[in-house]
């Protein structure tokens, strides 16, 4: 099968990369040289233009890092929605605003156009290994036609619902609970150190007890215990991600103050410099905030 790869970024490397492994025909497209001639390498075709995808492909992932970035190539002048014969079937896996990807559906649906968005959970460890975690939004039928595809890519693929911002929806909730463990493990483990204790055997301590967590088992082996914070999943693209949660809480009339004072958190070492470090980087910054906390709210300090 054809197999058309738009993004081929952290997430969309690997994945295309097992596509090609796999034995599909993948051609890809992206502004970085680079990830292009990886491709190649590999056995895949560089596409020079979105519309080399369109012409080729039976189906197109795309793998985008930015709201603005996703609604140019799906909904642009010279989009996916406006190019894609019947047939072709678009699956997203960016994890965007939600109300983007209600758009695209709707656009979608107006032009015939047979459209997923299935954000995608798992890193980038989870897209070489294939056990990512597929959200997915749209219609179900949709889904089984493409279901084995996706089973290339991640061992759990779920269907949210009809609508196809639910997947969307789902990654956000799931990507809120990561801000708030990883917070937690930095701020724990910084008062564990100040206090002298050996992190590595505190580590062994926890993980058998209800401090334990796949967040403190990333985060502490992956990253902090070497104190190297090359990312696997930016401090950056989670902050963007807890925006857009708090867009969803409004949009449906609540008030997360501690919700927000984690994306606040965020947003100040991200200010600091640290966004394009992994998002366990934030052990850093822990004790050198430049906001401080309340009970009632978050004020500067």
Do not use: W
């Not at 080729?56 to 603005?68: C, G, H, R, W």
């Not at 896996?93 to 015939?112: H, Q």
């Not at 996706?150 to 809120?176: C, M, P, R, V, W």
């Not at 070492?269 to 934030?282: F, H, I, Q, R, T």
Request: proline fraction near 3%; hydrophobic fraction near 40%.
């Amino acid at each position: 099968m054809k197999i058309g790869f738009i993004g081929l970024g952290n997430m969309g490397k690997p994945m295309s990369l097992n596509l090609l492994e796999s034995g599909y025909d993948v051609i890809g497209y992206d502004i970085n040289e680079s990830a292009l001639q990886t491709l190649e390498k590999n056995g895949g075709k560089a596409a020079l233009t979105v519309d080399d995808v369109v012409d080729y492909a039976e189906l197109i992932f795309t793998s985008l890092p930015s709201s603005e970035t996703c609604e140019n190539v799906y909904l642009g002048e010279n989009g996916l929605i406006r190019k894609v014969p019947t047939g072709l079937v678009l699956v997203d896996t960016s994890t965007v605003s939600p109300e983007l990807e209600r758009r695209i559906g709707e656009e979608a649906e107006k032009r015939d156009v047979s459209f997923l968005a299935a954000p995608v959970s798992g890193g980038v460890v989870g897209a070489e290994n294939r056990t990512l975690t597929f959200m997915v939004g749209g219609p179900k039928a949709l889904l089984e036609e493409v279901h084995s595809h996706l089973a290339i890519l991640g061992s759990n693929i779920f269907h949210i619902s009809e609508q196809y911002d639910s997947g969307t929806n789902a990654k956000l909730i799931n990507n809120l609970l990561i801000g708030f463990y990883t917070a937690g493990v930095a701020e724990a483990l910084k008062l564990a150190e100040k206090s002298g204790l050996n992190l590595d055997f505190l580590f062994n301590v926890l993980n058998v007890s209800y401090g334990q967590s796949r967040i403190y088992e990333r985060n502490y082996k992956s990253f902090m215990v070497d104190d190297n914070y090359e990312p696997g999943f930016a401090l950056k693209l989670l902050n963007k991600d807890l925006r857009f949660a708090m867009d969803l809480a409004k949009e449906h009339g609540l008030e997360l103050p501690i919700s927000q004072a984690l994306v606040d958190l965020y947003e100040d070492a991200e200010k600091s410099g640290l966004g394009e470090k992994d998002m366990s980087v934030l052990f850093k910054r822990v004790g050198n905030q430049t906001i401080t906390f309340k009970a009632e709210g978050v004020s500067e300090a």
